[in-house]
């Protein structure tokens, strides 16, 4: 009886295919705007996962005053005593590193570029868990004599030595001349937009001798063991410099220490929260195509009386003329979904390279998407089809 009903459903299809075409229009675009706006919602939450965590692993970030962005104006700096102290107190701190940043404009014969110059010491690779490309690191020796050795990004290459591997070229930075002995590999854009090939890294002493001509550090880089809690070492990192900047119980601190992993959830959380709320906005228009097969479906009943006094004449029963009817709604709605899952996913690959995120086929949204459309061909062709079974088969074999 259900293949007999499908045979029959499909045949009314054939014989209005553009009607059939056009009401199943409202099903198709719904489906395919909420798998798309979910799909690309999935992709931009795992971009800003990956770029939060290309800054490192269990990284926290302590900066002076109480935004996030520049250090803090006015505020007392840190001192490489303070890192020590850190070290010494949280056993859970894998690495830590000062780092004394400030701008500076770098020179290589004709061309010249302004960018951001960073002191640090050797424990400040590994924080960021930051690799080489080429060349090396400096040693803790060239660290201590403050020896005018630089490791510069993928972006200062590009920049100043027309992608050309730069190791060993001399690199004017302000007042001063410093051998490239490093190229680090590229990293791209933080969450924030920054972009973090944009850099040299110089020894701290050599940055604080020739470019800032201070003792202060403005920040502190720091990396938690694998498998321990970042919100413990935050809490005792807090507490450390609390006691050592002689902040009082109710005091606001004058410093922050951003944890990287809890950005990255809050970020993530915030992005699936705009996915979902988008996705609810798109699928607005299922409800709207469920209302137009209801009405195609009414408008067929009607056209389709006469046929359906005979059935009920002859013998049909009522269950018989309503699941016709009930399927022929479904299989509009079901090929409208299975369109719409379609469109979504070619639109999702193409739309992903556009604003450049990771396309992420999930096939749990887009068997929701199709299950989704099926009820709504139900549902929405209830009304109908139970309109049809319920016709006085004498009123329909007079209706002309």
């Not at 929260?273 to 906005?281: F, H, I």
Request: one cysteine or more; proline letters at 3%; a positive charge.
């Amino acid at each position: 009886m259900l293949f007999n009903a499908l045979k029959l459903a499909l045949a009314a299809i054939r014989r209005n295919l553009l009607r059939a075409s056009l009401t199943v229009l409202g099903v198709v675009i719904g489906v395919a705007a909420v798998v798309t706006m979910v799909t690309l919602g999935n992709g931009a939450t795992q971009a800003v996962s990956n770029q939060i965590s290309s800054l490192g692993s269990n990284l926290l970030m302590v900066r002076t005053g109480q935004r996030m962005g520049p250090p803090g104006l006015g505020v007392a700096g840190f001192r490489a005593a303070d890192v020590a102290a850190i070290v010494a107190a949280v056993p859970t701190i894998a690495a830590a590193s000062p780092v004394d940043t400030t701008s500076a404009t770098l020179v290589y014969g004709a061309q010249n570029w302004s960018t951001s110059v960073s002191g640090v010491s050797r424990p400040y690779f590994a924080a960021r868990d930051w690799s080489l490309a080429s060349g090396r690191l400096f040693t803790e020796t060239e660290e201590r004599a403050g020896r005018s050795v630089c490791v510069v990004g993928d972006t200062i290459r590009r920049e100043l030595f027309a992608g050309r591997d730069p190791v060993g070229a001399r690199l004017r930075v302000r007042q001063f001349s410093c051998e490239i002995i490093g190229l680090l590999k590229p990293r791209g854009q933080a969450a924030m937009g920054q972009d973090q090939d944009d850099t040299v890294i110089l020894p701290l002493r050599t940055v604080q001798r020739r470019l800032t001509g201070r003792q202060d550090i403005n920040s502190i880089t720091l990396s938690v063991r694998d498998g321990a809690s970042t919100a413990k070492a935050k809490a005792q990192v807090e507490a450390v410099l609390r006691e050592r900047r002689k902040i009082g119980p109710g005091e606001e601190d004058n410093f922050s220490v951003m944890d990287t992993k809890q950005i990255a959830e809050t970020l993530a959380g915030t992005t699936k929260v705009m996915t979902m709320l988008l996705g609810a906005v798109a699928a607005v228009s299922l409800l709207v195509g469920g209302i137009g097969i209801m009405n195609i479906m009414l408008v067929s009943v009607t056209e389709r009386t006469k046929e359906i006094g005979v059935r009920l004449a002859i013998g049909a029963l009522e269950q018989d003329v309503l699941l016709q009817f009930l399927v022929e709604s479904v299989v509009l709605a079901a090929f409208g979904g299975l369109a719409g899952v379609l469109i979504a996913t070619v639109a999702s690959v193409i739309l992903a390279q556009v604003i450049q995120v990771p396309f992420l086929f999930d096939p749990g949204i887009n068997l929701l998407a199709f299950a989704v459309a099926v009820i709504i061909g139900v549902v929405f062709g209830y009304f109908p089809a139970r309109r049809a079974a319920r016709l006085d088969p004498i009123e329909a074999l007079r209706r002309e």
